[in-house]
């Protein structure tokens, strides 16, 4: 150790002549200020998706964060990343929101109440592993659910008749009160009335 850095102290002297490295960036940075997809801007501006998560290992799904952010870029293909290319990103991430996980959910039950299935989830969350942790945030689509389920048939709509509550309700249909609440955009203290429609499963 002691022999080389006496060389490199003074590499002319023992006929060494390392190549020189030029001091010049090779990323640049591109703000963004709305949530983006990553998936659908690597696919308009040629750059791989792998790239873009190397680049940018913060980003660990599918979609960026809802606050602002810098996305680090190769800086001899940041011509590529023009306000189309970002416009369609911003727009392609509106499809998706977050969901937290709840104690008692799984995938494919998350993937249901959400008109997906579970490797679809899995895959825009670049999880590792299958099992749902309670407390973590993911992904999920948009405006899929319901129509998905009601195409199906799977579930139906329900009338709420006088006397109804939404704990019988759960209980005559053998689901979670806080399933049924969310799938209706319900509140958790939110009252229901006669003639109101009830998506259950």
Not at 17 to 43: G, Q, R
Not at 113 to 127: H, P, Q, T
Not at 145 to 169: F, H, I, P
Request: glycine share 8%; charged share 25%.
């Amino acid at each position: 150790m002691y022999a080389l850095i006496i060389i490199f102290s003074n590499p002319e002297k023992f006929g060494f002549n390392p190549y020189p490295v030029p001091n010049a960036s090779v990323l640049t940075e591109i703000k963004l200020n709305k949530p983006i997809n990553l998936s659908k801007l690597a696919t308009l501006t040629g750059v791989s998706h792998e790239e873009l998560y190397r680049l940018n290992p913060g980003f660990d799904k599918l979609i960026t964060g809802p606050t602002s952010a810098n996305l680090l870029v190769p800086k001899g293909l940041a011509d590529q990343f023009t306000p189309g290319a970002m416009e369609a990103a911003e727009k392609s991430a509106i499809d998706w929101g977050r969901y937290t996980l709840r104690r008692g959910d799984n995938f494919h039950k998350v993937a249901y109440r959400y008109g997906c299935d579970a490797d679809e989830l899995i895959k825009v969350n670049r999880l590792s592993s299958a099992y749902a942790r309670p407390g973590e945030t993911i992904l999920v689509p948009l405006g899929r659910g319901e129509k998905a389920r009601l195409a199906s048939g799977a579930d139906q709509m329900y009338t709420v008749q006088s006397g109804d509550s939404l704990w019988g309700l759960a209980r005559r249909f053998n689901m979670e009160l806080a399933d049924l609440q969310q799938m209706n955009g319900l509140k958790k203290k939110e009252e229901i009335k006669p003639g109101q429609k009830l998506l259950v499963a």
